[in-house]
């Protein structure tokens, strides 16, 4: 069973940045498609990032793009989205997921098979 476990919210300024760090525990992570979802207060669940296990060709929502990027480490089984330039709307808890193709994370009624807990990122002045 594949484990992922997040780390890396807090509470930031406008204009401030956050790192996310996902660290995955019983299965090498170099056959999955990695990266990450949110859900903002009233809001919908949006994925926002992923970075394929072939090529490393990665995807970003438009709501992100330009502003947050997203890396992998697979000899540390981690991957990390760097996220610069936040606003307000930026506030959401953030989830790290896994799964076998990078479309689970933006195709309508698909969704990676693994998740991890989540963590709370703030912004707010």
């Known amino acids: 069973q594949l484990q992922l476990v997040e780390s890396g919210g807090g509470l930031v300024q406008p204009g401030g940045s956050l790192r996310l760090s996902c660290v995955a525990s019983?299965?090498?992570?170099?056959?999955?498609?990695i990266g990450w979802f949110r859900q903002g207060p009233g809001k919908e669940r949006e994925g926002i990032s992923c970075i394929s296990s072939g090529d490393g060709s990665s995807y970003y929502a438009d709501s992100v793009k330009g502003r947050f990027t997203i890396s992998r480490d697979n000899a540390k089984n981690t991957v990390d989205l760097q996220m610069n330039s936040l606003k307000p709307e930026d506030t959401a808890v953030y989830y790290c997921?896994?799964?076998?193709?990078?479309?689970?994370?933006?195709?309508?009624?698909?969704?990676?098979?693994?998740w991890g807990q989540g963590t709370q990122g703030t912004v707010s002045s």
């Open positions: 997921a896994a799964g076998h193709a990078t479309s689970e994370f933006y195709e309508s009624g698909r969704t990676p098979r693994y």
């Open positions: 019983g299965f090498p992570l170099d056959g999955y498609a």
